[in-house]
């Protein structure tokens, strides 16, 4: 059991959670029985959902995770972002198609969206080995994907996906569709052809280097990849369908990574990086066969794609490179640095994938925005406004704000250190954070510092009878720490035996009464310390062992959830009895919401129950770490 603390810390005050306000009603939180609920993800239209601890009538409740937000409505999930290592987009059939992997499980991924890129809906996967998914078309009535290991997939719908044989085990890199055939390249020299994405053949390419990448003009299929033995980046030509292979002259000390064909120019349009200099480097060539250098950039460049007459290459830090007629090119501002590795044109907008689940939209391809966001791990809801926040992959404070739940704004304040906790109480925001950072906000735009003379990780804050109360770990000691507030500026600590070798993660106020729950450092035991008015506090920990996370007051009585699928529940927040959870998997938090609880934790768990005794195991489709849930009201 010792590893219960341990696992807590190695997580970190990433997984930190929202307090809950009192709710009305009684329940009884046993799972006892489990319900498998596989819940259909849909694009209905994203509502106003109801506050947290409220027992309004909504329709909607914001879920933000480990890269992935979304709403749970009427039992369903509704994602607006999905983090992955995105490696291709296609549109067809009315849908878009973002295949890749999971950023941690490394996992192949397929997400969709209905609505232009709003809103995205993780996808059942075939059957297969580990790995990633990097390039998918739609043609001939049909979506194909290629990745790892050979894997070709294939869907009518984007929806419903049929895994093919495949007569290669190396790594397939793109796939085109020309003269009334499938082309899919890979690692190794794989070229493999088919007339119907079904039955596939493996051609002769003449060479054991990567290819990366096809394209196709005039008759010509023009392949491209890795340096060869003299060292050059490897382009090979067909003029019979891909039976036979000519190797041709690049004269480019490096790798190329991605061909189209522009119409408009007239041209093939390479791009990759040379080795000396280290550069990135956009080539043209009329015919695949002779070649010219077009323009040089400071990072390496992956794709290149054609909307209309406009030629957009991508690549590292965030790099979009946008021309007209193949001479003359633009750096266009992405606003993020991460890797692009796909992009398209859906009817009226470009759209623009990468790594770390990043998504770009715009109108012109020359101003873009970013969809997705770095959200959480805590949320909260409070002068119409949901706010989340968290860390950004620096470790410095970011605070995001949503009307809708959807379409998020970001600041970063200026913090090193994640903020953990954010709640909404007597009308102002008030986030904390480590290094001991407390900020407010009136409207959460413009945000306060304040001061505390404490030097602590702040893990978790509360307000309630008048007063705000902080939780976490102080610095030094490792012990636990408890500050009071009656405005949120002018700060006391509440110096207690009690918090010794315990660390405190969360806190709620309800029925008369404060709850901190966490941890014992010392026994591995569950810590719950309680008091009624903030300043002197009683130990009310069972003999338990395990470590809580999260807390909930709804239904007149109080819930605490915790690592491997632990519940508590409690009628005054003294007495403490354990549940059968049902699932041996951590949860992060238990929220109330929308006339239900719900309880959200590792792989995208997510239980739902209206009464706290049967509960609902919903079918998330994702395997993201899910931190928190909040609500609007009516």
């Known amino acids: 059991m010792k590893n219960y603390i341990t696992q807590f810390l190695v997580l970190g005050i990433s997984t930190i959670l929202i307090g809950c306000n009192s709710g009305e009603s009684s329940s ?24 947290v601890g409220s027992g309004n009538s909504s329709i909607g409740t914001v879920i933000i995770g480990d890269h992935v937000v979304g709403k749970l409505i009427n039992d369903k999930f509704i994602t607006s972002y999905i983090g992955s290592d995105n490696r291709a987009i296609a549109y067809g059939a009315n849908i878009l198609v ?19 890129g709003l809103t995205w809906n993780a996808e059942e996967v075939p059957e297969m080995k580990a790995g990633s998914l990097s390039a998918v078309i739609y043609n001939n009535n049909m979506f194909v994907a290629v990745g790892d290991n050979g894997t070709i997939i294939t869907s009518t719908d984007g929806h419903n996906w049929n895994q093919e044989d495949s007569p290669s085990d190396e790594r397939l890199n793109s796939i085109i569709y020309a003269e009334n055939e499938f082309m899919a390249v890979g690692n190794g020299g794989a070229i493999l052809t088919s007339p119907d994405a079904k039955k596939w053949t493996l051609r002769s390419s003449e060479t054991d280097n990567d290819l990366n990448d096809v394209s196709y003009a005039d008759h010509a299929f023009i392949v491209i ?20 292979w000519n190797k041709e002259p690049s004269l480019l000390n490096g790798e190329l990574f991605g061909i189209t064909y522009s119409a408009a120019s007239y041209e093939f349009i390479a791009v990759g990086h040379t080795f000396v200099p280290d550069q990135g480097v956009i080539l043209t060539s009329p015919d695949g066969i002779t070649w010219s250098k077009q323009f040089s950039s400071e990072h390496e460049l992956n794709k290149v794609f054609i909307a209309g007459q406009q030629i957009t290459v991508l690549g590292y830090g965030g790099d979009i490179i946008t021309s007209n007629n193949g001479q003359s090119w633009v750096h266009q501002q992405s606003n993020t640095d991460e890797f692009l590795t796909a992009g398209t044109y859906d009817k009226n907008k470009y759209l623009v994938v990468g790594l770390n689940g990043v998504i770009l939209t715009s109108i012109d391809g020359k101003d873009w925005n970013k969809i997705s966001t770095d959200l959480g791990p805590s949320l909260t809801f409070g002068n119409n406004k949901y706010v989340a926040v968290g860390s950004d ?23 090193s250190g994640d903020l953990t906790h954010v709640i909404y109480g007597n009308n102002q925001f008030i986030a904390v954070g480590v290094n001991s950072a407390i900020l407010t906000s009136a409207d959460a735009k413009k945000w306060t510092s304040q001061h505390s003379d404490v030097q602590g990780d702040f893990l978790g804050i509360i307000y309630g009878k008048d007063k705000y109360v902080i939780t976490g770990k ?24 009690l ?31 309680t008091s009624t008015d903030g300043v002197s506090w009683q130990d009310d920990s069972p003999e338990i062992y395990g470590y809580l996370t999260g ?50 934790g590792k792989f995208g768990t997510i239980l739902t129950s209206t009464d706290g005794t049967s509960w609902n195991l919903l079918d998330s489709k994702i395997r993201n770490s899910i931190y928190d849930a909040s609500g609007q009201s009516n």
């Open 28 to 51: 009884n939180t046993t799972t006892n029985q489990l319900k498998s609920s596989s819940a259909s993800i849909t694009t209905e239209n994203l509502v106003n959902s109801n506050s």
């Open 98 to 116: 973002a295949v890749g992997s999971d950023i941690y499980s490394y996992a192949m991924t397929i997400s969709t969206s209905l609505d232009d």
């Open 225 to 244: 990849g890795s340096i060869d033995n003299d060292r050059q980046a490897t382009v090979l030509r067909s003029n019979d369908g891909g039976a036979t």
């Open 393 to 415: 992959r620096d470790g410095n404070g970011i605070i995001s704000t949503s009307v809708d739940g959807v379409t998020w704004d970001t600041q970063t304040p200026q913090l």
């Open 474 to 497: 102080e610095l030094g000691s490792g012990n636990a720490l408890i500050l009071t507030s009656r405005d949120g500026k002018q700060w006391t600590q509440r110096g207690s035996k």
């Open 499 to 529: 918090t010794r070798n315990k660390l405190l993660k969360l806190i709620t106020y309800a029925n008369g009464r404060y709850v901190a729950i966490g941890g014992n450092l010392k026994n591995n035991k569950v810590a719950i310390l």
């Open 551 to 600: 807390i909930v007051y709804a239904n007149n009585q109080f819930i605490a959830v915790g690592l491997d699928g632990m519940i508590l529940i409690s009628k005054d927040g003294i007495s403490w009895k354990a549940q059968k959870s049902g699932v041996n998997i951590d949860f992060y938090n238990i929220s109330y919401s929308n006339g239900e609880f719900i309880s959200v």
